[in-house]
């Protein structure tokens, strides 16, 4: 019989929480935390005026505005800070059919980003952003850099948690080059926990 | 981020006050920023899992870590740092005293409130269950399985490898995040991700193993009920 992934950490961590177990409890403590939505992260005309396209993580082209109403979080580091966010709702709650943003904080050089989501309990690695699909560009520039590419939540995104993962890397970096973990040229990189909920 | 692994352990009760040490960091953190809660807590996680298991295991009267009580653990200490994280608290803390004692009280009123609820008791005296922090404990000191599996599980990580090793001593055992366990290791955190799965998936190959056991048993050897190896 296949065990369970908690019977397996508690008997790794021989009864205590672990890593893992402390990763999910700080994903659910940080669930009450205001997450101020400025003006232009919510749910917005363009979305519906863009023709979204229900397919697998279809890129969208948003004229994101840019501003600095974005609240940095993610790997620091110092080249910038990379920030997701789930349009008009939150990533700890994402419902399906949201579009989740991807901006670079305060980049002090260019590059371009790209990102790809794991669920958490196992199955395929989604892509969002790579240059086989499209690295949206990143200049160097105080304040927040949007990236011009949203990610719709399609219905290859079952409810359920996920990994996000958030590279900013000096040339567009493809699929391959991720599959291998980081890639050589990364200038910042963040993961985010996104909960992909039913409408 | 590179968190102190002593500090994520539980241990000392404040050993290096978080907010003294980095004043820059009680503004966001009144203010709710989710990295410097998060800082926060990788700080403190581990002494405040050490008072919930403290809390849980005396109202059972035992020693023992089973998953359900893991599971319960995972709830307080949960419980804890959303009380923690809610804007009451986080604008009650004034950043001048020692943030652990704060903590501590939160976490002292969210066991109360547990035991209550089951129409228990624990002791409420300042530092009472914090005197928990004191205790050193070998990881594996409390039984937390079956004596049987407990032999499984400790012979199986003794048999690891160097890197399968080093990711359960990191993840395991000092309980780090992926993001500071790959850090501390120089790994990337894929690499990380993808020793840990391999890690789980020898450990539920180490179980199957024990589970298979009986089936060698011929029909004549068949144990007579309540037989246990």
Request: aromatic share 8%.
């Amino acid at each position: 019989m296949k065990k369970s992934t908690e019977e397996i950490e508690h008997l790794l961590s021989r009864g205590a929480l672990g890593g893992p177990e402390r990763e999910r409890i700080l994903s659910r403590a940080l669930a009450g935390l205001p997450a101020p939505i400025p003006w232009w992260r919510r749910p917005a005309s363009w979305m519906a005026a863009s023709g979204l396209v229900a397919a697998t993580a279809v890129a969208l082209v948003v004229a994101l505005p840019r501003g600095d109403g974005w609240t940095a979080k993610g790997g620091g580091t110092p080249a910038a800070r990379l920030d997701v966010t789930c349009l008009g709702a939150h990533l700890e709650a994402c419902p399906a059919g949201s579009t989740l943003a991807f901006a670079a904080v305060d980049p002090s050089a260019p590059g371009y980003l790209a990102a790809y989501a794991e669920p958490r309990a196992g199955g395929e690695r989604i892509w969002y952003l790579s240059a086989d699909t499209g690295a949206p560009a990143v200049a160097p520039a105080a304040g927040l850099q949007p990236a011009e590419h949203g990610i719709l939540l399609g219905p290859e995104h079952l409810p359920g948690p996920y990994v996000v993962h958030l590279f900013l890397t000096r040339q567009p970096a493809s699929k391959a080059s991720l599959r291998g973990g980081r890639p050589a040229d990364t200038l910042a990189e963040a993961t985010f926990s996104l909960v992909v909920v039913g409408r | 981020m590179a968190i102190d692994a002593r500090a994520s352990k539980g241990g000392p009760l404040d050993p290096m006050p978080i907010f003294q040490d980095s004043p820059a960091l009680l503004r966001p953190f009144r203010a709710g920023d989710r990295t410097a809660c998060e800082r926060v807590y990788w700080f403190y996680v581990g002494s405040v899992e050490t008072i919930a298991w403290a809390a849980v295991t005396r109202d059972a009267g035992s020693p023992h870590r089973s998953q359900a009580r893991r599971a319960e653990v995972a709830d307080l200490v949960q419980e804890v740092f959303f009380k923690a994280f809610g804007e009451r608290a986080r604008l009650g803390y004034d950043g001048l005293r020692p943030y652990a004692p704060y903590l501590y009280a939160i976490a002292r009123n969210v066991l109360v409130d547990w035991a209550r609820a089951r129409g228990r008791e624990i002791p409420t005296e300042d530092g009472d269950l914090e005197a928990a922090l004191h205790d050193v404990h070998e990881p594996g000191a409390h039984p937390y399985a079956t004596p049987d599996r407990v032999k499984v599980v400790e012979r199986f990580i003794r048999s690891l490898p160097d890197d399968l090793r080093a990711i359960h001593e990191k993840r395991y055992v000092a309980g780090l995040s992926q993001r500071d366990a790959a850090d501390a290791l120089g790994l990337s955190r894929q690499t990380v991700r993808t020793l840990e799965a391999h890690l789980h998936r020898k450990m539920e190959e180490a179980l199957r193993e024990l589970e298979l056991e009986p089936a060698l048993v011929t029909p004549e050897q068949q144990p007579a009920p309540g037989w246990r190896r």
